[in-house]
């Protein structure tokens, strides 16, 4: 199985800061990489797909790039409601596995 | 506009069965497959597998072939996970999710999930 790694675990930022969560495939898997955020008691919601394609109705705050191993997600000027758990998935090979989560704290 | 509506949380004994279903509106039912996903408390979230929606061929992560049945009905356009000999270790949130691109890695719209606890 294909193993996701995503750092940081946690951090904490600032409304209308900048923030980057890089997400790390054990081995390559081109551009299937999809991002989602969860917010407690709630369903994930899906933000970017094929690395870097806005899902429709995202904000475009939301950026993601990379190709092969190593991916990230970038939120320009954070809002209150990007508060949340960010997930990365590949979706290269099954089962399509998911990292750890990141959780997007208020500083 | 595109909606999966779970049904409610379950309370079982081990050694239980339980069967979760997810309605799905506002698109073509049978044109999508079908994803389901697991969170247990506090943990990250778990891919299970998928269901073709046109077929109904399952296709199951290792951890999920046995105990875990994905069918459905497409005359209502519901999917179905059902657990068998439930265990302690499978208390936790089941999510369905409808496939944006087919083949079971695109989970574009979920539903709200269902709770499933396993407890004596």
């Known amino acids: 199985d294909i193993q996701m790694t995503q750092s940081p675990s946690s951090l904490s930022a600032s409304v209308g800061d900048r923030v980057t969560i890089t997400c790390r495939a054990s081995?390559?898997?081109?551009?299937?990489l999809n991002w989602f955020h969860q917010k407690p008691g709630k369903a994930p919601k899906f933000l970017i797909h094929?690395?870097?394609s806005l899902q429709s109705g995202v904000p475009s705050r939301f950026s993601g790039s990379g190709s092969g191993t190593e991916f990230t997600l970038t939120i320009t000027g954070l809002q209150p409601e990007d508060f949340a758990t960010y997930y990365c998935?590949?979706?290269?090979?099954?089962?399509?596995?998911f990292g750890q989560g990141t959780k997007l704290e208020i500083k | 506009q595109v909606q999966l509506v779970q049904s409610g949380s379950e309370l079982k004994k081990p050694g239980a069965s339980v069967k979760v279903s997810c309605e799905a509106s506002g698109y073509t039912f049978t044109a999508y497959p079908m994803i389901w996903v697991r969170q247990a408390p506090g943990r990250g979230l778990e891919w299970m597998g998928w269901?073709?929606?046109?077929?109904?061929?399952?296709t199951y992560a290792q951890a999920f072939r046995g105990r875990f049945v994905f069918s459905l009905d497409t005359s209502v356009s519901t999917a179905y996970l059902q657990i068998s000999s439930l265990e302690a270790d499978d208390t936790a949130t089941y999510y369905c999710?409808?496939?944006?691109?087919?083949?079971?890695?695109?989970?574009?719209?979920w539903g709200q999930g269902t709770l499933v606890t396993v407890s004596s």
């Open positions: 999710a409808k496939d944006l691109a087919g083949g079971g890695g695109w989970p574009d719209y």
């Open positions: 998935q590949q979706s290269y090979s099954p089962p399509y596995t």
């Open positions: 081995q390559p898997i081109s551009y299937y």
């Open positions: 094929s690395a870097s």
């Open positions: 269901i073709n929606t046109n077929t109904g061929k399952p």
